[in-house]
């Protein structure tokens, strides 16, 4: 009996002592009037070598432009912390008549406001063994004619 309890102490821990993995999607929807291209300072991330164009959003459109990957539960402020990392220092939205906006990380604005209403944050409950987490969540930040409005 003391041998079979042990067993099963053993077994629970070991089931509950893993760390579960998170995953998480960064999404820009683009609401403004116009296709808008997204590029930011290549320099400063891997990921941009993969899109030496920027990446382009037609008009009323979104797209996930980012994933990120973890151990751990997702959470809003994990994912700012990784979006910072893809956005470098300065964003460059180019509209498709050729107006542009810059955003840079020294001034906080735009997309580097991260405590701005043009965020939203969603997730999503999953179980690993006995524990409930938030085994996904997406960042999704969304473009608009006030952008354009702002645009040279």
Same mark, same amino acid.
């Given at each position: 009996?003391k041998?079979?309890?042990?067993? &099963?102490? /053993? &077994?629970? @821990? ?9 995953? @998480? ?6 609401n403004?009037?116009?296709?808008? =291209?997204? =590029? ?7 990921f941009?070598? #993969?899109?030496?164009n920027?990446?382009? @959003?037609?008009?009323?459109q ?7 990957n973890? /151990?751990?539960?997702? #959470?809003?402020? !994990?994912a700012k912390?990784?979006l910072?990392?893809? +956005?470098?220092?300065?964003? &460059?939205?180019t509209?498709d ?6 955003? !840079?990380q ?5 997309p580097? #406001?991260?405590?701005?209403?043009r965020?939203t944050? =969603?997730?999503?409950?999953? #179980?690993?063994?006995? &524990? ?7 960042? !999704? +930040?969304? @473009? =608009?004619?006030?952008? +354009?409005?702002?645009?040279?």
């Amino acid at each position: 009996m003391k041998k079979s309890f042990f067993i &099963l102490c /053993l &077994l629970v @821990i070991a089931l509950t002592s893993c760390d579960p993995g998170y995953g @998480i999607d960064f999404k820009l929807v683009n609401n403004s009037g116009h296709a808008v =291209t997204f =590029t930011s300072n290549p320099e400063y991330q891997g990921f941009w070598e #993969n899109h030496p164009n920027g990446i382009t @959003i037609e008009s009323k459109q979104d797209t996930v432009f980012f994933v990120s990957n973890g /151990l751990g539960s997702a #959470n809003i402020a !994990t994912a700012k912390a990784d979006l910072l990392m893809v +956005y470098g220092d300065s964003i &460059l939205f180019t509209f498709d008549d050729g107006k542009f906006l810059i955003y !840079t990380q020294e001034e906080e604005n735009g997309p580097f #406001n991260l405590e701005g209403d043009r965020y939203t944050w =969603t997730t999503k409950r999953g #179980n690993m063994f006995l &524990l409930r987490y938030d085994c996904y969540g997406y960042l !999704t +930040y969304t @473009i =608009t004619e006030e952008d +354009y409005a702002q645009a040279e």
